[in-house]
Structure formats: structure tokens, C-alpha cells
């Protein structure tokens, strides 16, 4: 499978590949930054997140995007899309400690928003969250969440979903 590259004004959204394998062990082994992720992991365990991230696309003809700051050619973080077995799908991201808080989450989301919409033609784009992630219910209310339904998930749970819609006016250059 073709991963495809979205470009917005600063960021590439790229295949994540073995260059990001620094970035994957700084994130998860950061206790406080990876705790809605399952971490803190080994470096092994973030080698593992990684390939799996790459396979999703494979096996499921979506997945995340290495997040990649166009003027330094850094790895940021992901977004894309996530599902594991017996999850719904959803909108996901993750932004290493000192990529937070300049937009950049905000920017690539809404390219695989409108990916999503556009090129995998899905009619709903959905996200949700832990009730006390306060800086990703921030996120999914500048993307235009609207709360659908609050749900069960699979590790006993419960969770608000959001939908998101498409994003207003143009943010990919071609």
C-alpha cells in the first residue's frame, strides 16, 4: 500500500518510517506525556508502537502519520487514525513535550480530517477521550467536536465520542 503525504503551511504529514524511532522512545518513555498512550514502554515496546503504526496502514488501509516540521525536517509526534481490535476508530495524535502549544495538533488534525473525508470518503470522522484529558477535549473543541454519544469501551471505560467535521477553509497546499 501507497502511504500518501499531506503537506499543510509548516508540516508534512510522512509514512512513519525508521526515522522516527527516536521520537517514539522519547514519547513513550516519558511517563507523564505518554500516560494516555499505555506508557511509560521500553525502547523495545516503542519499537513495537512504531511497526505497528506502520502496519495499520497495511492491514487496514489507514493509520498515523509521522508528524514533520517542514523546516527543520524534525519528527514532531503522529495523528492520523487509530483502531485496535474491538475499538471504534478515531482520530488520534501524540506531540512530543516541546511540540506542544504551537499548533501543530491542530494543523495536522485537520489534514487527516480532511483526508479522511475526502480520500478514504468516510462520512463520519470521530475522536474520543478520557473525561480529565483536558488539553484533547481543548483540541477536539478548536477542530469543531460536537459531543454524539458517551460510551463503554473495551478496558471498562466510559467515554464521550465527538464528531468532527470538516475543517473551514483551506489548510493543505498542494
Excluded at 147 to 171: C, I, K, N, W
Amino acid at each position: 500500500m501507497l502511504i500518501p503525504t499531506l503537506a499543510s503551511e509548516r508540516l508534512d504529514l510522512v509514512p512513519p518510517d525508521q526515522d522516527c524511532d527516536l521520537a517514539y522512545q522519547r514519547f513513550y518513555a516519558d511517563a507523564e506525556a505518554s500516560a494516555a498512550y499505555g506508557g511509560p514502554l521500553t525502547a523495545a515496546a516503542a519499537w513495537s508502537r512504531l511497526v505497528y503504526d506502520l502496519g495499520a496502514w497495511h492491514m487496514q488501509g489507514f493509520g498515523v502519520w509521522a508528524i514533520r516540521r517542514r523546516a527543520d525536517a524534525s519528527i514532531l509526534g503522529v495523528c492520523g487514525f487509530w483502531q485496535g481490535r474491538g475499538w471504534p476508530r478515531e482520530l488520534t495524535w501524540w506531540l512530543l513535550p516541546e511540540a506542544r502549544g504551537q499548533g501543530y495538533a491542530l494543523e495536522a488534525s485537520r489534514l487527516a480530517i480532511e483526508h479522511a473525508y475526502d480520500k478514504f470518503g468516510w462520512e463520519s470522522v470521530t475522536t474520543y477521550t478520557a473525561d480529565d484529558n483536558a488539553p484533547a477535549k481543548a483540541l477536539i473543541a478548536r477542530l469543531g467536536g460536537v459531543r454524539v454519544t458517551r460510551q463503554m469501551f473495551p478496558d471498562g471505560h466510559e467515554r464521550d465520542v465527538y464528531q468532527l467535521p470538516r475543517s473551514a477553509g483551506p489548510h493543505a497546499t498542494p
